[in-house]
């Protein structure tokens, strides 16, 4: 790939397919669809057992595409013909000399291209797993990469051995050629300025302390979000985002919105969108081929370098031009306080302000990238999760009524009283993890895991929705059942908890989880207390059941579903309007 499927911190939107295919339908035709797939394929490894299978897969998909692609503009380059021919027979070379982990084998050059789905390869990975084990070594056009599909193996390499898996592969047309390679999701492992910024997103969006000084912003925009579901829930969608985005941009840069067509949203979205536009992160042709980077853009042929300097002006303003705003209104000490107030006073303080400025864009720059869809893929996650078991939001408002009263809304302080509004927040996550494979991490060292090597500059990924579906740890995993996490003791519901999976692994773990996870919980618990989600009715009365199926995208929402949001009583409306107006004072 090395990355085919990060399709990077992005608006997803322009990939609403139009399939609507069942998720669990496709698992089954991805396991049945990957069992014909290839032509050949053997175990490396201690023996060379080669096993053959019938057919080829008919399934035409964007690799094919991506490397015919790649053929007819390297055949305008007869000149690198024995380029190609060093490729393949070092390739050759390479996968038989070493003792790789077992997988699919693949063609020389492009490796696993053909046998792997662009759609929801985490479906076809969970389902190699059960022939070839829970490490699975791939290669992509030369590029290797191994996948794991089990949480033990997860946290003995990403965490216990973080030290040589913690960095990022090299992602020539997302970090270079658009521009965002000076953001922490991006930096290698050892950069400076990785450390730097790491520890500031994390000292305001992971430390308890300061994720409790955004409350107030939290409670304030769970009750706009919630009086908005009240007068236009078929809108829930814009909501949800209105209420991501108000959220990101005052704790980033102190901007308060009061729309969607607020400016920054604009600016970064745009940014968002022309960098999805210019195709899956570690995906397109360059970044196969890292060299075409310096074709000229005026070449025939080269209408994607075009794209890629109109994206990267675009990357680059949505980048600076907010942090230009904001700055300007945080002079002027019209701003309320901030992770870029804090950032600006804290280097303006030692001094460190104009070799530190580039860090502090790029920071504040990546958030709104790195928290909008992925919560937003949670949130609505947990209203289609409502939506088909209305019986879970039922007994979510039992417990409220029970524990809380009718007298005010919940809190986050709640939460340790409300274990089953917690468990239903655990179980969106498991069910269906926002990032199914998480973001790449990359083996600095070479390394050996149960006699398997795992050599330096491999890209290494855990299969998050796999590992969240385990069979083998999880009853009837495809169930969304909050019960189960009330059934486990103390100890095991600790080791078992979906959040240890699905904010990543060791020293690149998610830093905005807290912040996240907190906003969830209230934003969960006002709903419970507030709404009834009930699935949404056809012109005859008849009741319209969704479809459990998620866009096959790198963050991963569920595909468009209708439901019926309405107020849970008379009084509701009042009670979410009394708190807003003393969240706000
Ligand atoms: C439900 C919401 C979220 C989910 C599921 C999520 C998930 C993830 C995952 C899986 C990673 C990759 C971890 C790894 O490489 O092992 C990640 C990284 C990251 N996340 Fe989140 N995230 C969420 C919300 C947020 C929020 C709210 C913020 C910021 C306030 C944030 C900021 C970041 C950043 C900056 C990184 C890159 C970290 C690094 O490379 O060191 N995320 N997230």
Excluded at 97 to 111: A, D, H, K, M, W
Excluded at 115 to 142: C, M, Q, R, V
Excluded at 308 to 334: C, D, F, N, T
Aim: proline share 6%; charged share 25%; glycine share 6%.
């Amino acid at each position: 790939m090395h990355v085919k499927y990060l399709s990077k911190f992005s608006e997803v939107s322009s990939m609403r397919a139009s399939r609507t295919h069942n998720a669990w339908r496709v698992s089954s035709q991805v396991g049945e669809r990957s069992g014909t797939a290839m032509s050949s394929e053997r175990h490396r490894g201690a023996g060379n057992d080669i096993r053959t299978c019938e057919g080829c897969s008919p399934q035409p998909h964007v690799s094919h595409w991506t490397s015919m692609a790649m053929f007819q503009v390297l055949s305008s380059y007869t000149l690198i013909a024995p380029f190609f021919l060093f490729v393949i027979i070092y390739s050759l070379g390479r996968r038989n000399s070493r003792r790789l982990p077992p997988g699919p084998y693949g063609f020389p050059l492009v490796g696993n291209v053909r046998e792997t789905p662009f759609e929801h390869p985490e479906y076809t990975f969970a389902s190699w797993a059960k022939k070839y084990g829970d490490l699975i070594y791939n290669e992509f056009f030369g590029h290797r990469t191994v996948i794991i599909n089990s949480q033990k193996i997860a946290q003995e390499l990403l965490e216990k051995r973080g030290a040589k898996y913690s960095s990022r592969p090299r992602m020539t047309m997302l970090a270079e050629m658009l521009g965002w390679n000076p953001t922490l999701t991006l930096l290698p492992y050892k950069a400076e300025s990785r450390r730097k910024q790491r520890k500031w997103i994390h000292g305001t969006f992971g430390e308890k302390k300061s994720v409790q000084g955004f409350e107030g912003l939290k409670k304030r925009e769970t009750y706009i979000f919630v009086l908005g579901l009240m007068e236009t829930p078929d809108d829930y969608g814009l909501h949800v985002k209105r209420f991501l985005a108000a959220l990101v941009l005052e704790s980033v840069y102190g901007h308060r919105i009061t729309s969607l067509d607020d400016e920054y949203v604009t600016m970064m979205d745009s940014a968002m969108e022309a960098t999805t536009t210019t195709g899956a992160a570690g995906g397109t042709l360059v970044d196969m081929l890292p060299f075409l980077k310096h074709m000229p853009a005026w070449m025939p042929g080269a209408g994607w370098k075009r794209a890629a300097l109109r994206a990267r002006k675009l990357v680059w303003q949505g980048h600076h031009l907010p942090y230009r705003m904001a700055r300007e209104a945080i002079e002027s000490g019209g701003a309320p306080p901030s992770l870029l107030s804090t950032l600006m006073g804290d280097s303006t303080k030692t001094g460190q302000f104009e070799q530190e400025e580039n860090d502090i864009i790029y920071t504040t720059g990546v958030i709104y990238a790195a928290a909008t869809d992925t919560t937003k893929a949670a949130l609505l996650t947990f209203i289609l999760a409502m939506t088909l078991h209305p019986e879970v939001g039922r007994k979510m408002q039992e417990e409220i009524d029970r524990v809380i009263g009718k007298h005010r809304l919940p809190t986050i302080e709640d939460r340790p009283d409300l274990p089953y509004v917690d468990s239903v927040l655990k179980e969106t996550y498991r069910w269906h993890a926002p990032l199914p494979l998480g973001i790449p991490h990359y083996i600095t060292e070479d390394d050996e895991y149960e006699g398997y090597q795992l050599p330096q500059d491999t890209t290494i990924m855990a299969n998050m929705w796999a590992i969240c579906r385990d069979e083998r740890v999880w009853n009837d995993p495809t169930a969304f059942r909050p019960e189960r996490f009330l059934e486990l003791d103390p100890s095991e519901a600790e080791a078992l908890d979906p959040r240890h999976v699905v904010f990543g692994y060791g020293r690149r773990q998610c830093p905005g989880r807290l912040f996240a996870d907190t906003a969830l919980f209230l934003v969960i618990a006002t709903m419970a207390a507030t709404l009834d989600i009930r699935k949404a009715r056809d012109a005859e009365g008849k009741e319209i059941i969704p479809e459990v199926s998620w866009l096959p995208a790198f963050i991963s929402p569920p595909e468009d579903f209708v439901c019926a949001i309405a107020p849970r009583s008379s009084s509701a409306k009042t009670s979410v309007a009394d708190a807003l107006a003393g969240a706000s004072a």
